[in-house]
C-alpha cells in the first residue's frame, strides 16, 4: 500500500525567512512522481512543485524547491523569502499508477 | 484555457436527499478523478474516469456514490441518500494522459454539508 506521511501538522515562519516541510512516502514501485500542493484558505489546491522519481536533481520553482531522498523516500520543501501569501496548508501527494495518495497536510502561518 | 470547473461551490442537503456534484476537466483533458476531503484531513482518492469509463473506482463507497462522464458533458458524482458523515469536500481533478501520471490540476471543489 502507499502511504504519504506529514509528520508536521503545523509549521511557523517568519517573513522574509526560510522554513522546510517534511514529507516520507512508501511505495513498491520505481517510476512515480512526487508533488507538493497549496490549500489556501479559498481551499483551492494549487501546485506547488513536481518531481520525476528518475530524475536526480532537485526540482526548483522560484523560492520553493525540493530536497528528494529517493533512498530515504523523503520530500521535503523549502520555501525560501517566506511571504504572507504563502500561508496555507500544504499537502505532499505521490502518484503512482492512476491515483494520487495524499499526506495529512502542514499548516504553514507565516509570521508578519 | 480555462481551468477545471465544478458546480455547485457550495451545496446543502438534508438527509435522504440526492446530492450531484459537476465537474467540467481542463480544455483537451479526457481523465477525470474524484477525491473527497473530510475535515482536518488530506484528500481521498474515489474514483477515476475517462470519457464513458470507469477506469478505477476502488475508493469510492460500494453504496449510494456512482460517478460517470458521459461522451458529451461533465463529469457527474451523484450521492443518493446522503447522511451526515457524507459532509465534505469534494474535488475534481483532471489529466491530459494516460495513467495520471501528468500533474492533475484540481477543481476549486464543492463543499456538501448534510442537515
Redesign the interface.
Known sequence: AQT?TQSQPEMSVQEAETVTLSCTYDTSESDY?L?W?KQPP??????VI?QEAYKQQNATENRFSVNFQKAAKSFSLKISDSQLGDAAMY?C?Q?T?????????TSLTVIP | NAGVMQNPRHLVRRRGQEARLRCSPMKGHSHV?W?RQLPE?????MV?LQKENI??E??MPKERFSAEFPKEGPSILRIQQVVRGDSA?Y?C?SSPSY???E????G??T?LLVL
Open positions: 504519504v512522481y508533488f500542493y479559498s481551499r483551492q489546491m494549487i501546485l513536481r499537502f501527494a502518484n499508477g492512476n491515483q494520487f495518495y495524499f499526506g495529512t497536510g | 478523478y477525491y484531513e488530506g484528500l481521498k482518492f477515476y477506469i478505477d476502488s475508493g469536500a474535488f481533478a495513467r495520471g501520471r500533474t492533475q490540476y484540481f476549486p471543489g463543499r
